[in-house]
T-cell receptor, first 111, second 117 residues
Framework: KNEVEQSPQNLTAQEGEFITINCSYSVGISALHWLQQHPGGGIVSLFMLSSGKKKHGRLIATINIQEKHSSLHITASHPRDSAVYICAVGDSGGGADGLTFGKGTHLIIQP | AAGVIQSPRHLIKEKRETATLKCYPIPRHDTVYWYQQGPGQDPQFLISFYEKMQSDKGSIPDRFSAQQFSDYHSELNMSSLELGDSALYFC????????????????FGPGTRLTVT
């Protein structure tokens, strides 16, 4: 079973700051997901990646397969970015396997 | 665009009762996943179905069962409910007709919040 570690667990920053959230995992994966969860519970998929880098708006996700590490960056952070960001991985068997989740990073962006 | 639909959104049950949660995947998605997220916990994978067959099994208690129907919707049946079953239950769906090299991207529903009293 994969072990997924995220850091930091909690992060408070000022509006406009550049944010980095890190994720590491223990065994090979088919893909890594970055998810966003707002208070009240709904989960939104931000990125799914297995190599390199993806960008969507102010969000950037990178992954290093050799080092088993991924980062999520938020540029020009805004209070509406406040949420829990969760890293989740799919096992290398692929298919319709369930995801293994990290414990999440609670991000608060203060105006 | 259509999203994953879960019903009910909130459910209150007493101990030892049964509950049924429903999940309607995105149209043309053929795979459904169930996750359980306890208070302050990270989501835990319960079970998944592809083409009405169980595909992968996680930490689903024996008191729970699930199935996927011919229209691809899925139901999670929970019996002999315990206080510890109080959680947010997420359903996600994916499409194997668009696997890519990354496997199958999962799209999450809004969740059903189950409270057992």
């Amino acid at each position: 079973k994969n072990e997924v570690e995220q850091s930091p667990q909690n992060l408070t920053a000022q509006e406009g700051e550049f944010i980095t959230i890190n994720c590491s995992y223990s065994v090979g994966i088919s893909a890594l997901h970055w998810l966003q969860q707002h208070p009240g519970g709904g989960i939104v998929s931000l990125f799914m990646l297995s190599s390199g880098k993806k960008k969507h708006g102010r969000l950037i996700a990178t992954i290093n397969i050799q080092e088993k590490h991924s980062s999520l960056h938020i540029t020009a952070s805004h209070p509406r970015d406040s949420a829990v960001y969760i890293c989740a991985v799919g096992d290398s068997g692929g298919g319709a396997d369930g995801l293994t989740f990290g414990k999440g990073t609670h991000l608060i962006i203060q105006p | 665009a259509a999203g994953v639909i879960q019903s009910p959104r909130h459910l209150i049950k007493e101990k030892r009762e049964t509950a049924t949660l429903k999940c309607y995947p995105i149209p043309r998605h053929d795979t459904v996943y169930w996750y359980q997220q306890g208070p302050g916990q990270d989501p835990q994978f319960l079970i998944s179905f592809y083409e009405k067959m169980q595909s992968d099994k996680g930490s689903i208690p024996d008191r729970f069962s699930a199935q996927q129907f011919s229209d691809y919707h899925s139901e999670l049946n929970m019996s002999s409910l315990e206080l510890g079953d109080s959680a947010l239950y997420f359903c996600a769906s994916s499409s194997t007709t668009r696997p890519g090299l990354l496997g199958y991207e999962q799209y999450f529903g809004p969740g059903t919040r189950l409270t057992v009293t």
